[in-house]
Antibody, heavy 115, light 107 residues
Framework: EVQLVESGGGLVQPGTSLKVSCVASGFTFSDYWMSWVRQTPGKTMEWIGKIKYDGSQTNYAPSLKNRFKISRDNAKSTLHLLMTNVKSEDTATYYC????????WGQGVMVTVSS | DIQMTQSPSSLPASLGDRVTITCRTSQDIGNYLRWFQQKPGKSPRLMIYGATNLAKGVPSRFSGSRSGSDYSLTINSLESEDMAIYYCLQYNEYPFTFGSGTKLEIK
């Protein structure tokens, strides 16, 4: 069974950085593209980006590419999302998803940006 | 960016009804469209891929179709477990974009 478990969320101050992670199990992590999607408190869904199975390629939403970075550690079956210079509009639930087109989703991790 | 105009935003329906949710795309996306179901407090679940293909484990009362730039999700004989928010997604072009969601609720 595919399992994706996110961690690292919480309350952060504007202008700071935060890294959220996702540990995968139940499939061969290094064979799959992985993606991040976020959902605002108002339920709007937004694609953040994706990373190739070997980490050699990433694609990002243009509005986020200057501040967000996706990486992975295949040895640990772990996906990361580094968010820098966070803003109040980054407040959302962040989902780790399996595949380039979101075949399976984690339970999500809440990030609140507020002073 | 490709705009996904999803309608209706809210859909009251009765058990046993046949309901249809639609997403209209601002540009051609081929059949690169997916539908997701999100139940309260849960993560989204893939329901339909490639506009018309049922994902693994999805009941056969769900179906997807396309007419020009209109993509539809139809649920035949609505059951209580189908009450959820449904989202469409286009993955033909970056950035991938979602519809605004349709909340399906019991009338």
């Amino acid at each position: 069974e595919v399992q994706l478990v996110e961690s690292g969320g919480g309350l952060v101050q504007p202008g700071t950085s935060l890294k959220v992670s996702c540990v995968a199990s139940g499939f061969t992590f290094s064979d799959y593209w992985m993606s991040w999607v976020r959902q605002t408190p108002g339920k709007t869904m937004e694609w953040i980006g994706k990373i190739k199975y070997d980490g050699s390629q990433t694609n990002y939403a243009p509005s986020l590419k200057n501040r967000f970075k996706i990486s992975r550690d295949n040895a640990k079956s772990t996906l990361h999302l580094l968010m820098t210079n966070v803003k109040s509009e980054d407040t959302a639930t962040y989902y780790c998803t399996m595949g380039a087109y979101f075949d399976n989703w984690g339970q999500g991790v809440m990030v609140t940006v507020s002073s | 960016d490709i705009q996904m105009t999803q309608s209706p935003s809210s859909l009251p329906a009765s058990l046993g009804d046949r309901v249809t949710i639609t997403c209209r795309t601002s540009q051609d996306i081929g059949n690169y469209l997916r539908w997701f179901q999100q139940k309260p407090g849960k993560s989204p679940r893939l329901m339909i891929y490639g506009a018309t293909n049922l994902a693994k484990g999805v009941p056969s009362r769900f179906s997807g179709s396309r007419s020009g730039s209109d993509y539809s999700l139809t649920i035949n004989s609505l059951e209580s477990e189908d009450m959820a928010i449904y989202y469409c997604l286009q993955y033909n072009e970056y950035p991938f974009t979602f519809g605004s969601g349709t909340k399906l609720e019991i009338k």
